[in-house]
């Protein structure tokens, strides 16, 4: 019997392959990072050839360090960076254009001439018309690309979230996604679970552009590239539903946040729409094959782990991610600094993509270990607003957050999330947990695990941090933090 599940996990800067076996133990991995290509203020790509390459290359590489084959590896599980938008032609698989990642803001003016059409779209999809999510994108493609509509029309041209491109490599044309990463285009119906046509002629898209709509968790092809041999793909996941799924939320009212270069809380509500009054998405958490469709409300925060890279790299204040940690730990508090890291707008709660990065509360007392105190706290903070939102929202009273992520090693970030939060902060066992839900998924689709139940037996905890802080103490940063966010939030009204 075929001992392990490989997951194919390509996210914002890298893409790893990882070989799990039954007790979600890792037996190798390989990670490659890509380049981050910014060609004007705003605009964020990726090569999706690279892409492409790098994914062979790290598969290669694992299954070197694990001495094994493909014919070794049951299934294979697919997570990605959702909305980030690529469209190439399905006769020579040559993308048009590089990819135009979530962080891009480019499509501003496309969200903006929606704004008559903004609840039509908050109904149907979840999603607000923002910059973030694919369809507009898939427009600005066509309406900038030099025959592409010609071609889109035609048939030629298609469309998909990394996911799809990945997919349609490796099997050599299968083109689908998941409703994970459909949900995310602002282009599918959430009660449907299908592409809504009113929104793709709101929108000019061509409907043979979009890739078919599957579940989370069936086969949807095997591999002809990347593998030696044949290897079911049965697993595809928007990595932050990924997340929720690797974390076994499987029960309305459970909560994740994973601290990456973005951060991104995703509350289970069951087979239950949320329609969020509060600046949530709603999204879709997961569909198993034949089961109903399990559905989430998110909060999404632009700037987390690359906040830190760019006070590295813009800055120099900093050598590498640990130091920051050892800068913040010099001082018992964040000495009046307050930071918000606005570069592409807020995100959740907020969706303004004109408030600007702000710093304030700056004084003579205040030195760099201050300031990376507040480049930490900054992602607590704003987990917080999103927080309440989600209980807003829900009327879920939330005493526990499933966490992961490169910024859970930060005890300082993790302590003072709980204290901020009131809430217990619990990070797992595994540490790759977003590439582990795409390996579940895939796993349960042939039968490498039973059912969730045993998933869930084999979760573990690590560790768990709970609140010290003061009620009092709380109140008072979290206003403080608010005034700072009032600031952001002004900057486009000023000028």
């Avoid at 690279?50 to 014919?71: F, G, H």
């Avoid at 579940?215 to 591999?223: A, F, K, L, R």
């Avoid at 704003?382 to 879920?396: H, N, Y």
């Amino acid at each position: 019997m075929k001992q392990l599940i490989g997951a194919l996990d390509q996210g914002t800067t890298s893409t790893r392959f990882i070989l799990f076996d039954r007790k979600n133990r890792i037996t190798a991995s390989h990670q490659l990072e890509h380049k981050q290509i910014y060609p004007k203020a705003g605009r964020v790509e990726h090569d999706p050839i690279e892409i492409w390459k790098n994914t062979k290359k790290v598969i290669n590489s694992t299954l070197k360090k694990a001495n094994i084959t493909s014919s070794d590896i049951a299934a294979l599980g697919i997570t990605n960076q959702r909305e980030t938008t690529v469209v190439w032609n399905k006769k020579t698989g040559k993308p048009y254009y590089n990819a135009i990642t979530w962080q891009d803001t480019r499509t501003d003016r496309i969200c903006r001439s929606l704004k008559k059409k903004k609840r039509k779209f908050q109904e149907k999809t979840g999603l607000p018309t923002a910059t973030y999510f694919s369809g507009p994108k898939i427009k600005w493609l066509l309406d900038n690309v030099d025959g592409l509509r010609g071609d889109a029309e035609k048939g030629e041209a298609i469309f998909g979230n990394i996911d799809s491109w990945l997919l349609w490599n490796l099997t050599g044309g299968k083109h689908v996604t998941d409703v994970t990463n459909a949900s995310r285009t602002m282009l599918m119906n959430l009660e449907t679970l299908n592409w809504d046509e009113e929104l793709l002629e709101i929108l000019g898209i061509p409907r043979t552009m979009l890739p078919q709509i599957c579940s989370s968790s069936e086969v949807y092809g095997t591999t002809k590239h990347g593998f030696k041999t044949k290897v079911p793909i049965a697993g595809i996941l928007g990595d932050q539903q990924a997340s929720l799924f690797g974390q076994t939320c499987f029960h309305k009212g459970d909560v994740k946040n994973t601290y990456g270069t973005g951060c991104f809380i995703l509350q289970n509500t069951g087979d239950q729409i949320f329609h969020s009054k509060n600046g949530l998405l709603t999204t879709v958490g997961y569909q198993i094959k034949g089961e109903k469709p399990v559905y989430a409300l998110e909060g999404s925060i632009a700037l987390a782990g690359s906040l830190i890279q760019w006070l590295r790299d813009n800055f120099g204040l900093i050598r590498d991610s640990q130091e920051i940690n050892k800068l913040a730990e010099k001082v018992t508090d964040n000495g009046g600094v307050y930071f918000v890291p606005a570069f592409s707008g807020l995100f959740a709660p907020h969706w303004n993509s004109g408030a600007r990065g702000t710093i304030i509360g700056l004084t003579h007392y205040a030195n760099k270990n201050h300031l990376a105190r507040a480049v930490l706290e900054a992602t607590a903070f704003q987990t917080c607003d999103v927080f309440k939102a989600m209980k807003k929202d829900s009327g879920i009273k939330i005493t526990e957050l499933k966490v992961d992520g490169g910024m859970t090693a930060s005890n300082l970030l993790m302590q003072f999330q709980a204290d901020i939060l009131d809430a217990a902060v619990i990070i797992p066992e595994v540490s790759e947990i977003t590439a582990l839900g795409a390996a579940f998924a895939a796993g349960l689709a042939v039968g490498f695990w039973t059912d969730k139940k045993e998933l869930a037996a084999n979760w573990k905890e690590k560790q768990t941090w709970h609140s010290k802080m003061t009620e009092d103490e709380r109140i008072n940063l979290y206003d403080q933090w608010q005034r700072a966010v009032k600031r952001s939030l002004d900057w486009e009204s000023e000028n």
